[in-house]
């Protein structure tokens, strides 16, 4: 069965870290492009993070030099560190292969001193 299961959600507090980790089953993830999506509470989901096939990156202006995708091959895994953490950060993060779609089911991050 192929399916992304995201891990690595909880509490974090305001300037501290959290890494979130997307892992698969059935698929090669390296073999995609991938994406981290979230959704707060009341808004809309919206793009996070991508990384192509070839490596290359980019981020929502919101997260721009505190979050880094990666990918890690020999876990079959795609992760977001999440650094200098922010109230506006708690959310549903949800991993996603981009073409074709599948979602995984989705961590949930609380941002909270």
């Known amino acids: 069965q192929v399916q992304l299961v995201e891990s690595g959600g909880g509490l974090g507090q305001p300037g501290g870290s959290l890494r979130l980790s997307c892992a698969a089953s059935?698929?090669?993830?390296?073999?995609?492009?991938m994406a981290w999506y979230r959704q707060a509470p009341g808004k809309q989901r919206e793009v996070v993070a991508v990384?192509?096939?070839?490596?290359?990156?980019n981020y929502a202006d919101s997260v721009k030099g505190r979050f880094t995708i990666s990918r890690d091959n020999a876990k079959n895994t795609v992760d977001l560190q999440m650094n200098n953490l922010k109230l506006e950060d708690t959310a549903v993060y949800y991993c996603?292969?981009?073409?074709?779609?599948?979602w995984g089911q989705g961590t949930q991050v609380t941002v909270s001193s």
């Open positions: 996603r292969r981009l073409f074709p779609p599948l």
């Open positions: 990384m192509t096939n070839s490596g290359s990156t």
């Open positions: 059935g698929i090669i993830l390296s073999a995609y492009p």
